[in-house]
């Protein structure tokens, strides 16, 4: 189960006039708790006049050895968000020394690192759990090439612009780098402009052989990862092979779903190894429904995005009103996201253990 602790600040790096990166240093008795998979992510956790605030980021450092200790340190990028409780903490309030809460990594966009060709699309901030993919698999598997390409405004706003050449710099032979501005024209390189499904439907063949590609991330805004799956299966790529992570969602970009509820129903949720059942309030979905009984249920963002509550449906119908963050294939296995879920059926029975 995943946990929250309270992890000392060990620096806070600011990397574009809106963003900055916070590195965590991690205790050697937490450090096998924190190891992670390269591309997985934390929920950061704060209370403000006696109201909890969660916000997820991904880790963008390499990930620690499988065969040595957990990482002695983590960090994340955070970008400004426009009235965003906690992205404008981060950028004018935190501290070297401060302590904020960290949960335990979680996640499964992912990489295990394996000899082939890998691709990214990304946008924005989008490019920091991939930082971690492309480090962690350059530098442990020596017959992996990556192929990335980045969209962004402009070159000032671009996050971790010198890590990226760094490793572009470190693996010249291994690492493609294509960098597309929507706002700037670049002296070299590709035009500036979106990378939508149009572009991207001829660009990509022109840039590298996309039938060989053994697994595409996709990570960013929804319009950009919902163009790039779209370009990517006009091309032929089979669906197993692309991989999303969802950083922005605007409002009315995905119509929520709609299903009538019963009238009285109750949840039965296995957490931890102990179960309970509660009824369901009018309105509730099944996450709230368990937090109001047990606190310690998983949870980071409430906006089917993050994952961090994904469960498995061992009995009844429930409606999922959006769901950014599982695969096709975890779905069809029967796994939902309990903040996104609401009863259909009278009884519903949640396992978050499996």
Not at 49 to 73: K, V
Not at 94 to 117: C, K, Q
Not at 202 to 224: D, I, N, S
Not at 284 to 294: G, Q
Request: charged residues 25%; negative net charge.
């Amino acid at each position: 189960m995943a946990r929250f602790h309270p992890l000392p600040v060990a620096a806070v790096d600011r990397i574009t006039d809106d963003s900055v990166a916070l590195t965590f240093s991690v205790p050697p008795g937490l450090r096998e708790e924190y190891r992670h998979a390269p591309g997985q992510h934390l929920a950061l956790r704060r209370r403000v006049d006696g109201t909890e605030i969660r916000r997820t980021y991904s880790i963008c450092s390499p990930a620690p050895d499988p065969d040595g200790e957990g990482p002695d340190s983590l960090r994340v990028g955070v970008r400004l968000v426009e009235g965003g409780a906690f992205s404008a903490y981060a950028l004018k309030e935190i501290n070297v020394g401060d302590e904020l809460e960290v949960m335990t990594p979680a996640g499964r966009f992912t990489l295990e690192p394996a000899p082939g060709l890998y691709a990214a699309v990304v946008g924005g901030s989008g490019i920091t759990p991939v930082l971690s993919i492309v480090a962690t698999l350059l530098a442990r598997e020596p017959a992996a090439r990556f192929c990335l390409i980045r969209g962004d405004r402009t070159a000032a706003s671009t996050m971790f612009l010198e890590e990226v050449a760094d490793l572009k710099d470190r693996y010249p032979e291994r690492l493609q780098l294509v960098t597309v501005l929507s706002r700037e024209e670049q002296q070299a390189g590709l035009p500036s402009g979106r990378l939508d499904r149009e572009r991207l439907t001829g660009l990509l063949p022109a840039l590298l052989p996309v039938g060989e590609v053994a697994g595409w991330f996709l990570c960013g805004p929804y319009g950009l990862v919902r163009g790039a799956e779209q370009a990517l299966r006009e091309l032929g790529v089979a669906r197993d092979r692309i991989h999303q992570e969802i950083f922005h969602v605007d409002a009315g970009s995905a119509p929520a779903a709609t299903a009538a509820a019963p009238a009285h129903s109750t949840v039965t949720a296995r957490l931890d190894g102990r179960g309970g059942t509660w009824p369901v309030r009018e309105g509730e979905s099944l996450l709230e429904t368990v937090l109001r009984n047990r606190p310690d249920a998983p949870y980071a963002c409430k906006g089917g995005v993050c994952g961090t509550c994904r469960a498995f449906l061992v009995a009844g119908e429930v409606r999922m009103d959006r769901n950014f963050a599982l695969e096709t294939e975890e779905t069809e296995a029967g796994y939902v996201l309990a903040c996104q879920s609401h009863p259909l059926t009278e009884r519903v029975e949640l396992d978050f253990d499996r």
